[in-house]
């Protein structure tokens, strides 16, 4: 099993920053990549960005490219997401995942591990 613990969340105003952070822990060794998707209420979980373990390469979302960056700290495996220039419309529950198999990273089916997510809130 693995277990996704995310971090980092809150309250912030329209053209503000935050980093979330997700910590990875049990068997970790057999993961692909990270990833990090988002759900706002009444809408689909929506992917936001992808990070492979072995070589860092990396894919965003078109809606959040140039703005968000995903890194990750392989010694601690742990996955970041700085997200600057936020918008209202970025409120959302940020979710961070585990993928370890096949299928399209842009479909939550692609992943097999979740954390609980973490609240995004942006003011305007």
Do not use: H
Not at 46 to 66: H, P
């Amino acid at each position: 099993q693995v277990q996704l613990v995310e971090s980092g969340g809150g309250l912030v105003q329209a053209g503000g920053s935050l980093r979330l952070s997700c910590a990875a822990s049990g068997r970790t060794f057999s993961s692909y990549a990270m990833g990090w998707f988002r759900q706002a209420p009444g809408k689909e979980r929506e992917f936001l960005a992808a990070i492979y373990w072995a070589n860092g390469s990396t894919y965003y979302a078109d809606s959040v490219k140039g703005r968000f960056t995903i890194s990750r700290d392989n010694a601690k495996n742990t996955v970041y997401l700085q997200m600057n220039s936020l918008k209202p419309e970025d409120t959302a529950v940020y979710y961070c995942a585990d993928r370890r198999g096949s299928g399209s990273y842009y479909d939550t089916g692609g992943w097999d591990y979740w954390g609980q997510g973490t609240q995004v809130t942006v003011s305007s």
